[in-house]
């Protein structure tokens, strides 16, 4: 159905400068994306650039969708900015929002492919802009790029229609700046000019996992860290198919709750370990019992990053799966059980203990007191769950 024309009360320009180091804080406050792999081990703070990047058909557009639902009841206006993809793409997705009653704190703004290329070139600015209305508010705000691949194309071929010269790849040579001074437009505001943010959450396309093409590498040297999503991975059936090693988070544990640091902490190296283990058990080499170990363990870290589409968790039931993958709890139950006994565990949790739940979504570090009464609720739940 056609939608109403929209009544503006006032008007901005597209393009403004960035604000100024004066008037920006460092990133100090996580966004909570709801996506387990995200949220502790590359966290996304409120004011930060961070890029996804990967082949067409990997789930960055998932990734997106289930950060804008995740954001329901926590006071954050998101926009989506759909550049040169199909109406067909772009209705989907609303009519997902529509359904899950997201669109009432989220603003799309759509460039379809065929609509001109002055369209897609300036839609990223208009949002951009429009973020920027609800920060000065004081609010905080995500942005949505998807995808500036398509939109350094449109420039391309603008800059082509006015005979600029082309450059590398033929694109005009001052595409690095098109992209910069989009993202720079992004920050955390000082409590003086009222203490909102800007995330942005650019989308780059890939071909054949190429993260060294002209553009790609141009946006990550812009964004402050990277997801990279993996083919691989996607076609093993781990999704979100974020690939550990080569994602970063230039922000870090600022961006994170002091218990999800305190839980995430090892598990970094968890994975690093379970990977280069992982390639001596393909040449079908015998290996030790610790060895044996820490590969189950790797499988059953990776089964506890797996979500499905719009299953989202709390930063709560990100950290009763990390405690529990942490202290070897899930070593004794079959690889398939684990994810189900962890949800049903953290829902457990927060149905019959409802303060430690609350507990340990403040953001203060854990006490070895909560610990062991989480220790002792594990124990009994695990009691009703059936052992390898």
Do not use: W
């Amino acid at each position: 159905p056609s939608l109403k024309p929209i009544k503006s009360e006032s008007t901005r320009p597209a393009e403004r400068l960035a604000p100024g180091i004066v008037e920006r804080v460092p990133v100090c406050s996580p966004l909570e994306t709801g996506i387990t792999a995200i949220d502790c081990l590359i966290p996304i703070g409120k004011g930060q650039r961070e890029l996804l990047i990967g082949n067409r058909s990997t789930g960055k557009t998932s990734i997106i969708v289930d950060t804008i639902l995740h954001q329901k009841n926590k006071d954050v206006t998101c926009i989506y900015v759909s550049i040169g993809h199909k109406k067909s793409n772009a209705a989907k997705i609303i009519d997902t929002l529509e359904r899950n009653g997201a669109m009432e704190y989220t603003t799309v703004v759509l460039a379809r492919a065929h609509d001109s290329a002055m369209s897609q070139f300036i839609a990223p600015y208009t949002a951009c802009a429009m973020g920027e209305h609800f920060m000065e508010q004081g609010k905080d705000v995500a942005v949505f790029y998807n995808d500036l691949s398509n939109h350094a194309v449109a420039y391309r071929e603008l800059s082509l229609l006015l005979r600029r010269p082309p450059g590398r790849e033929a694109y005009p040579g001052d595409i690095f700046y098109i992209h910069s001074r989009l993202l720079e437009r992004a920050c955390k505001l000082s409590p003086e000019r009222g203490g909102g943010s800007l995330t942005a959450i650019p989308v780059v396309q890939t071909q054949d996992d190429d993260i060294s093409a002209y553009i790609p590498t141009n946006l990550i040297s812009i964004t402050d860290g990277q997801i990279f999503l993996d083919v691989s991975l996607f076609n093993q059936g781990i999704r979100p198919a974020v690939n550990v090693g080569l994602s970063v988070s230039r922000v870090g544990g600022a961006a994170q709750t002091k218990a999800i640091k305190q839980m995430a902490g090892r598990m970094k190296l968890d994975l690093a370990q379970y990977e280069s283990l992982l390639d001596f058990a393909q040449f079908g080499s015998e290996l030790d019992k610790e060895s044996q170990a820490r590969l189950d363990h790797g499988r059953r870290a990776i089964e506890i990053l797996k979500q499905g589409r719009y299953e989202t968790h709390s930063f709560s039931d990100q950290v009763l799966f990390l405690y529990l993958l942490r202290e070897r709890f899930l070593d004794q139950f079959k690889l398939e059980d684990v994810k189900e006994f962890a949800t049903q565990f953290a829902s457990y949790v927060s149905e019959m203990y409802p303060e430690i739940y609350e507990k340990i979504s403040e953001d203060e570090a854990l006490e070895d007191t909560v610990l062991e009464e989480i220790k002792e609720i594990a124990e009994e739940f695990s009691l009703t769950f059936p052992k390898v």
